[in-house]
T-cell receptor, first 114, second 117 residues
Framework: AQSVAQPEDQVNVAEGNPLTVKCTYS??????LFWYVQYPNRGLQFLLK????DNLVKGSYGFEAEFNKSQTSFHLKKPSALVSDSALYFC????????????WGAGTKLIIKP | ETGVTQTPRHLVMGMTNKKSLKCEQH?????MYWYKQSAKKPLELMFV???????ENNSVPSRFSPECPNSSHLFLHLHTLQPEDSALYLC????????????????FGEGSRLTVL
């Protein structure tokens, strides 16, 4: 079965420290992987995606994600966290079976403390 | 501003009411989606329309009725809902749903927070 797991409900990081939000996936075939962010009382916004090529993908707001095929992971990272990064982060993978729709993780709440 | 506008932002309704959620996109996209977002759960895809034709209906109860009169507008008609239907309903759009038009990047509205009493 195709699935996405975000093992942490919440991640707490001090401002200025590096952050990592974890995502693992299970799909048949080559995955297309995505990260979205949801700020309070807002809809989701696209951050970045991996389709093919370089395993390190750079996205909006200084975020990057590393695709690791052997570990079936696509962790989101940022070298220095900002308080404004506090939000809900969703990992998603493209489902090649169902008209290419996205399969979503349950989300990870990221809290950056001053 | 994402180019996708949802109204109303908040809606409280009784179990016997009939109401509608509206979504409009100004991005020239051909595909539109309804998602249900509940706390600490993955987004649930409800309906997909591509060029006004419904292409996905993920076993959604008939008390939710979608309507897509054109590629820019999407409605979700609600009737005889249950308290467990309380959630954030998100509308999204994308250039298309297949092949090269489906990049996986969705553009979301800010959502309609529905409370069913």
């Amino acid at each position: 079965a195709q699935s996405v797991a975000q093992p942490e409900d919440q991640v707490n990081v001090a401002e200025g420290n590096p952050l990592t939000v974890k995502c693992t996936y299970s799909v048949s075939g080559n995955p297309y992987l995505f990260w979205y962010v949801q700020y309070p009382n807002r809809g989701l916004q696209f951050l970045l995606k991996y389709i093919t090529g370089d395993n390190l993908v750079k996205g909006s707001y200084g975020f990057e994600a590393e695709f690791n095929k052997s570990q079936t992971s696509f962790h989101l990272k940022k070298p220095s966290a900002l308080v404004s990064d506090s939000a809900l982060y969703f990992c998603a993978v493209r489902d090649m079976r169902s008209n290419y729709q996205l399969i979503w993780g349950a989300g990870t709440k990221l809290i950056i403390k001053p | 501003e994402t180019g996708v506008t949802q109204t109303p932002r908040h809606l409280v309704m009784g179990m016997t009411n009939k109401k509608s959620l509206k979504c409009e996109q100004h991005l020239g996209h051909n595909a539109m989606y309804w998602y249900k977002q509940s706390a600490k759960k993955p987004l649930e895809l409800m309906f997909v329309y591509n060029f006004k034709e419904q292409t996905e209906n993920n076993s959604v109860p008939s008390r939710f009725s979608p309507e897509c009169p054109n590629s820019s507008h999407l409605f979700l008609h609600l009737h005889t809902l249950q308290p467990e239907d309380s959630a954030l309903y998100l509308c999204a759009s994308s250039p298309g749903t297949s092949g090269g038009t489906n990049t996986g990047e969705l553009f979301f509205g800010e959502g309609s927070r529905l409370t069913v009493l």
